[in-house]
């Protein structure tokens, strides 16, 4: 793994700067990167997902741990710099590109290298990275609602996504991620990260989290697809009343012809905020939107 001063020095050579806007901010403290790799319990059989490769300091150690890394990043110039570095470590694919097709969509040259990581290998699919600040939440919620996804993640993210992933309802920082998570699994915030473990320093803090999926709890949501759609359609407008948002509903949920009694039969008052429902009555609601429209 490499230092701060080893990042510099790759960086200059290669005549790159750290770019702000694209959140690269390098985890320089290697006893912390140590502890990720650590959380995620990686073994031969396991592919692990790294969207960020940066310099591929962190690439190198999850090769040594995993039966095949898949590894994206975004920055043309950091891409070129890691598949020098990493061309000749026979378990990693590099991607360069974007990790996302859409906001909904990982990119399918992602999704492709993975699916051929996994048929050679009879292990899980976890995601292991310092993310990215622009793209984090978004990974994340694709790796849960599928078509891929993934058994477990370990992720270094900004502190307010790290409340999001954690959050209850009736709080500030409750979201759509906090419910896709709950719902699917266990999430915990490991620990809270300083700015000084990082170069360049970010202007906001960070901290190390762990979401581990619970198949048993995947088995309760009906139909993911639907499921998604119900959380985003009800969180997108949070602060007024299940009855009132409705109205929005796109896609199959347009379907639904009498939401009273879908409210009803999900034991659910109309009257209450999205913000206030837990992932277990957003389950009700989308299995039984689920059953109305198939």
């Known amino acids: 793994m490499q230092t701060k001063q080893d990042i510099e020095l790759l960086l200059a050579g290669a005549g790159l700067k750290p770019n702000r806007r694209l959140g690269q901010n390098f985890l320089i403290d290697l006893n912390l990167m140590k502890l990720l790799v650590e959380a995620a319990g990686l073994t031969t059989q396991d592919v692990a997902l790294e969207v960020g490769t940066g310099t591929g300091s962190f ?12 590894t994206v990043e975004f920055d043309t110039g950091l891409g070129r710099l890691a598949a020098s570095r990493l061309k000749a470590i026979e378990n990693v694919t590099l991607i360069q590109g974007d990790a996302l097709e859409s906001k909904n ?10 699916e051929t990581a996994q048929a050679q290998l009879a292990g899980r699919l976890l995601l292991t990275a310092n993310l990215p600040y622009s793209v984090g ?31 209850t309802p009736g709080r500030e920082e409750y979201g759509t991620l ?48 639907t499921f998604r759609q119900v959380v985003t359609l009800f969180m997108g407008h949070r602060r007024k009343m299940l009855k009132a948002c409705v109205k929005f509903a796109a896609g199959s949920l347009e379907k639904i012809r009498h939401w009273p009694t879908v409210f009803d039969e999900a034991f659910v008052d109309p009257h209450h905020r999205p913000e206030e429902l837990t992932a277990a009555n957003y389950i009700n609601i989308a299995n039984l939107c689920f059953e109305q429209t198939k």
């Open 178 to 225: 906090s419910i896709l998570m709950t719902a699917t699994g266990h999430v915990q915030m490991l620990r809270k990260l300083p700015a000084s473990v990082f170069w360049p320093r970010p202007q906001v803090e960070s901290a190390m989290v762990l979401f581990e999926r619970d198949p048993g709890k995947v088995a309760q949501i009906h139909d993911m697809a």
């Open 59 to 70: 690439t190198e150690e999850l090769a040594t741990r995993a039966g095949q890394v898949v």
């Open 105 to 114: 969509a990982l990119n399918a040259d992602v999704l492709a290298a993975v």
């Open 137 to 167: 939440s978004a990974v994340m919620a694709n790796l849960i609602v599928g078509p891929l996804t993934a058994d477990k993640m370990a992720v270094t993210v900004q502190k307010e996504v790290a409340d999001r992933m954690t959050a």
